[in-house]
């Protein structure tokens, strides 16, 4: 099974797949769109949309796992970082390819065994995870985004995820999060 995650945000967005078999892992591809400070956010988020559904053609994942923004200390951040989170979320759902959201934590701990990890904590378990070597440079939104995806992979495993097939069955899994 292919796994697209992705870790989102107004200015860099970052993507990795891997494909699982039984317990094995490995790397498919990873990277970071890089968005340009001058383009308005709509223009950001319109990137997003079109270089995550552009993942999903090159690639056909079968899923789509994301971090989901928990809280933040800067209103304006937070939202900028749900809109983010959407347009993938779109992106992904758009080409029925179920979604399935994670908080940083779970997504932490799933990797690291410590829910607190730090970015260069979760990079450096990435790299052993998937057997890359000691001089592959790796974003940290890169190796985020790769371990959102190795979240999902333990937590299909054990039977534990929340995927959305669309917009209904998110509607219905979340009614405190719509507003009519």
Same mark, same amino acid.
């Given at each position: 099974m292919i796994i697209l995650g992705i870790d989102p945000g107004s200015r860099f967005t970052g993507y990795g797949l891997i494909d699982t078999a039984g317990r094995d892992e490995s790397l498919v591809a990873y990277g970071v769109i890089r968005l340009d400070d001058t383009d308005s956010h709509p223009q950001r988020l319109k990137q997003i949309y079109a270089e995550v559904a552009a993942l999903i053609e090159q690639h056909a994942p079968e899923a789509l796992a994301i971090e989901m923004p928990v809280y933040g200390r800067n209103p304006q951040s937070m939202l900028k970082l749900g809109r983010a989170q959407a347009a993938a979320m779109l992106a992904g759902l758009n080409q029925d390819v179920p979604v399935a959201q994670y908080t940083p934590k779970e997504v932490k701990k799933s990797v690291t065994g410590n829910? /607190? !990890?730090? =970015? =260069?904590?979760? +990079?450096?378990?990435?790299?052993s995870i998937l057997s890359l070597g000691r001089d592959?440079? $790796?974003? &940290?939104? *890169?190796?985020?985004? &790769?371990? $959102? !995806? &190795?979240?999902?992979? /333990? +937590? !299909? *495993?054990h039977g534990r995820t929340q995927e959305y097939t669309g917009w209904d069955s998110f509607v219905k899994a979340n009614p405190d999060r719509v507003n009519d």
């Open positions: 829910g /607190n !990890a730090s =970015k =260069k904590q979760i +990079r450096y378990m990435i790299k592959e440079t $790796v974003a &940290l939104d *890169a190796s985020d985004a &790769l371990a $959102v !995806a &190795l979240c999902h992979s /333990n +937590r !299909a *495993a």
